[in-house]
């Protein structure tokens, strides 16, 4: 008989962060995920997870509407329902639920989880195959302190765990972010590379009158300096020919990659697995990025371990990812729910072999962790 889905489980879990995680639309303290557990009826369980920043924030789902979603209206529709076609339940999902697509992927991460243990192969599997085994993963410098950065970045050097930074501007007057950002360049020197996440801080205007100066500074990329909705403003800027600019929160699925694309209004896509509504839309998202020749960037909303390996598994299978990734959530947290720790080591993460996710809980931290 197939084995179907029995149990649809999610916990909120608080953990708090190494430092306070300051970015133009939020200053974290700690980290909210939503851990979703799926059962099935042969003893199988996989697991996903739906993160965001700073509540409501950065994005239209909050830990609390996830959950709230998930138990409500997404569970109902999985249980029953057999467990090994994440490809229907996705459908049947997507008929009765509309946006949601934190929700979506944690779950679809849970559903690839428990086929990947099903079956006895890796979740790269599933989506084609592992074509590296080891990610480029940078370091976020976000503590709001130029020489407290430049210390946390020559500690991340010494130690060979990142030599690729993300600086989160936009919080502050742009000559002041850009003292920040010439000094933490001039610190770490021309072979580490420094970019640049606005989180739509600045208007068109601003963004234009940036661009050089940061160019100067020696920075390489720049993310999402504007509004998300402004496509055509991103092309002009791209256009300039001045620095390679990034969309991240303009991707929130299929149809705005296609835009973008066809608009040819970013030179990156940060591709990330939440905001694209799962693994199977992120990958259709680098599928239109590759077909228009746009760089792909492995991005993050700072998650959890469980949704971080997700989105490993998927950017293992990317043939040319030009930009590396950003994959380094589960660091910025004080504790690990983790059995075993990932392993991030000599600037890269290291993809686990293990069936699904690869990864396996500690118990009593998620209990621990757990709210309520
Ligand atoms: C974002 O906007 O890219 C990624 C790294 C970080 O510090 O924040 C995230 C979200
Ligand atoms: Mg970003």
Redesign the pocket.
Known sequence: MQATVVEVATHILDIPTIRP?K?SVAVMEHQSMVLVRIKTSDGIEGIGEATT?GGLNYGAESPESIKVNIDNYIAPLLIGQPAYNPGMLALRVAKAVKSNHFAKSAVETALYDALGKRLGVPVAALLGGAVRKELEVAW?L?SGDTHKDIAEAQEMLDTRRHNIF?L?VGLRPFKEDLRHIAAIKKAVGDDVSVRI?V?QGWSECQALRALRPLADAGVDLV?QPIHEKNHAGLGRLSGLGILPIMA?EALKGREDGFALAAARGADVF?IKIEQAGGLRGAQDLMGIAQAADIALYG????EGPVSTMAAAHLFSTVGRLEWGT?LFGPLLMKDDILAEPLDYSDFTLKLPQGPGLGIVLDEDKVRHYARG
């Open positions: 995680h970015l920043i976020t976000a993300k989160k996440d989180n993310e991240d940060a991005g993050t909303m700072l950003e």
